[in-house]
């Protein structure tokens, strides 16, 4: 089965600037400032639900699990960082074979129609597709991240930046994630480099360009047991692996009336394959 779903996608600035999104929203308006348009298309949204082990994270850029987090609380930020954090470090390391792994934030999205997202603790479902780091921002965020000491012995290995997403309370049966598959994706001509300004600092991330042959999965009503893996970054650029999972947050439009709004918990790491 299937969903037929708006999803919005970015338009570079018609002036041939560079594409930027203040990461900080307006403290009258609540808006991100930002040099970009968007345009929304209806494409189809397949329910893999039953047929996740077609995806794998070296083919896809992305892959689903099912294991119980420890910590299931998530409503105080130092707790998570003690408790989640730590199993869900372990957990990547079981599952891709890293060596090393460095979480470096999280994010907290619980939908509430209305609010703006500035809480930390009420962030919305972005509607917007995206891929989390550029190649120059993944770089940084080893140099950020890791002792300096250790920053040229790991950038000579293979690194990623993966991001650990996980329902939180209930089912995300409503606004659920959807990803695309890399293998459908054009990095040469589908990508929008967009640089993201924050008050001390810029990242970059990428926005996405609009293609008909894009091919978008979700696997439907993902619980919290339930976690994917997606792929922001692989320092293997030679074709061979995929290095991305563009994704987004969308509206199903066979959403039962009265569906608990979701609420999920998206965990970023530093995911290091040093030489024995």
């Not at 910590?71 to 199993?87: M, S, V």
Request: aromatic share 10%.
């Amino acid at each position: 089965m299937s969903s037929a779903a708006k999803l919005n996608y970015a338009i570079p600035p018609a002036d041939g600037s560079r594409a930027f999104t203040q990461a900080y929203p307006d403290p009258v308006t609540g808006e991100h400032p930002r040099n970009w348009q968007q345009d929304s298309y209806i494409v189809e949204i397949e329910d893999i639900r039953g047929k996740e082990d077609n995806y794998s994270l070296d083919v896809a850029g992305f892959q689903y699990f099912r294991y119980p987090a420890k910590h299931t609380k998530f409503t105080d930020e130092e707790e998570i960082k003690e408790e989640y954090y730590p199993e869900s470090i372990e957990l990547i390391k079981k599952l891709t074979g890293a060596s090393r792994v460095v979480v470096f934030d999280h994010t907290l999205r619980r939908r509430r129609p209305g609010e703006r997202g500035a809480d930390p603790n009420i962030r919305q479902p972005v509607a917007q597709v995206h891929a989390d780091q550029t190649m120059a921002a993944s770089i940084a965020r080893v140099h950020r991240h890791l002792p300096a000491s250790d920053v040229p012995a790991l950038l000579r290995c293979r690194f990623q930046i993966i991001n650990l997403w996980r329902p939180i309370s209930h089912p995300a049966v409503d606004w659920p994630l959807a990803v695309c598959d890399f293998r459908s994706l054009d990095t040469k001509t589908d990508l929008v480099p967009t640089i993201l300004k924050f008050p001390d600092r810029e990242g970059e991330v990428y926005g996405v360009k609009y293609k008909p042959g894009h091919k978008w999965v979700y696997k439907s009503a993902m619980d919290p047991e339930d976690f994917v893996l997606l792929k922001c970054f692989d320092s293997i650029q030679d074709g061979s692996v995929a290095t991305m999972a563009p994704h987004t947050g969308f509206e199903d439009p066979k959403t039962p009336k009265d569906t608990p709004f979701r609420e999920s918990i998206e965990l970023r790491a530093l995911v290091f394959y040093e030489e024995k």
